[in-house]
C-alpha cells in the first residue's frame, strides 16, 4: 500500500464524519419549523374560536339594543294611547304595541339561542387553548433538544475541521487535489478497498487484472477505471 493511502484514509474518516454532520445540520432546522407548524396550527384554531365568540357576542348585543329600541317605541305608543281621545287612534296604537311585542318575543328567542351557541363557543375555545398549552410543552422542549444536538454537531464539525487542516499539512498537493475533486464528485468514501475478486467496493465493478496487479504494487495511486476512486488492496 502507498504510504500516501494510510494518510487519506485518516483523512477520509474525518471527511465521512463531516458530511454526515453536514446533513443533520441541514436537518434539524427543518425539523424545528415542523414542530413550530404544529404549534402554529394550534394557535390558529385557538384565534379562530376567539373570533367566533367575538361575532356572537357582538350578535347578542344587537339584538339587545334591537330589543330595547322596541321597548322604548311601546312605552312612547302607551303614552300617546294614554293621552288621545281618539277611540280609532287608541286602538291603531295598540296594534302597533302588540306588533313590537311580537317582536320582541322573537328576538329575546334569538338572544336566548345565541346564548346557549355562547357557552358551547365558550367550551370550544377552553379546548382549543388547553390543546394549545399541551402541544407548546411538547414543541418547545422538542426545539430544545433539537437545538442543543445541533450546537453539539456545530462543535464537533469545528474541532473536525481544524483536525483536518492540520493533517492536510506534509501531503502531497496534488494528491489532495485528487482526493477533494472525487470528494465533491462522489461524497465520502472515496478511498476503497478493492477485493481479492478484483471487486471496487465503491461502485462494485470488476477491474481489470492490471489495475490489480498496480494496486497490489504499491508505488502510485490507482484510480478504478469504472468510477475513479482510489482503490487500495485488502
Ligand atoms: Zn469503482
Same mark, same amino acid.
Do not use: W
Given at each position: 500500500m502507498p504510504p500516501d493511502i494510510v494518510g487519506l484514509l485518516t483523512l477520509q474518516e474525518?471527511?465521512?464524519?463531516l458530511q454526515e454532520l453536514r446533513k443533520e445540520l441541514e436537518r434539524i432546522p427543518r425539523e424545528q419549523d415542523l414542530a413550530r407548524e404544529r404549534l402554529a396550527t394550534r394557535q390558529q384554531a385557538v384565534d379562530e374560536a376567539k373570533a367566533v365568540m367575538q361575532e356572537n357576542e357582538v350578535?347578542? %348585543? @344587537?339584538?339587545e339594543l334591537d330589543v330595547g329600541t322596541r321597548r322604548e317605541s311601546i312605552t312612547r305608543?302607551?303614552?300617546q294611547q294614554f293621552e288621545t281621545r281618539k277611540n280609532e287612534e287608541y286602538k291603531a296604537l295598540g296594534v302597533k304595541v302588540s306588533h313590537y311585542s311580537d317582536e320582541i318575543d322573537g328576538l329575546e328567542t334569538r338572544?336566548?339561542?345565541?346564548?346557549?351557541? @355562547?357557552?358551547?363557543?365558550?367550551?370550544?375555545?377552553?379546548?382549543?387553548?388547553?390543546?394549545?398549552?399541551?402541544? %407548546? @410543552?411538547?414543541?418547545?422542549?422538542?426545539?430544545a433538544t433539537l437545538q442543543k444536538r445541533?450546537?453539539?454537531?456545530?462543535?464537533?464539525?469545528?474541532?473536525?475541521?481544524?483536525?483536518r487542516k492540520q493533517l492536510l499539512v506534509g501531503m502531497d498537493d496534488s494528491m489532495i487535489s485528487i482526493y477533494e475533486r472525487l470528494l465533491k464528485l462522489r461524497g465520502a468514501?472515496?478511498?476503497v478497498q478493492i477485493t481479492g475478486?478484483?471487486? *471496487?467496493? @465503491? *461502485?462494485?465493478? %470488476?477491474? =481489470?487484472? =492490471?489495475?490489480m496487479v498496480q494496486v497490489q504494487t504499491g508505488k502510485e495511486l490507482v484510480n478504478c477505471e469504472n468510477c475513479g476512486r482510489i482503490l487500495y488492496p485488502q
Open positions: 474525518r471527511d465521512q464524519r350578535a347578542i %348585543k @344587537g339584538v305608543l302607551r303614552q338572544e336566548l339561542e345565541l346564548m346557549e351557541r @355562547g357557552d358551547q363557543l365558550r367550551s370550544s375555545l377552553t379546548e382549543a387553548e388547553t390543546n394549545y398549552s399541551t402541544t %407548546k @410543552g411538547g414543541v418547545d422542549e422538542e426545539v445541533a450546537d453539539n454537531f456545530s462543535r464537533e464539525t469545528n474541532s473536525l475541521e481544524d483536525e468514501p472515496v478511498v475478486e478484483r471487486q *471496487c467496493l @465503491g *461502485c462494485h465493478v %470488476k477491474a =481489470t487484472p =492490471t489495475t
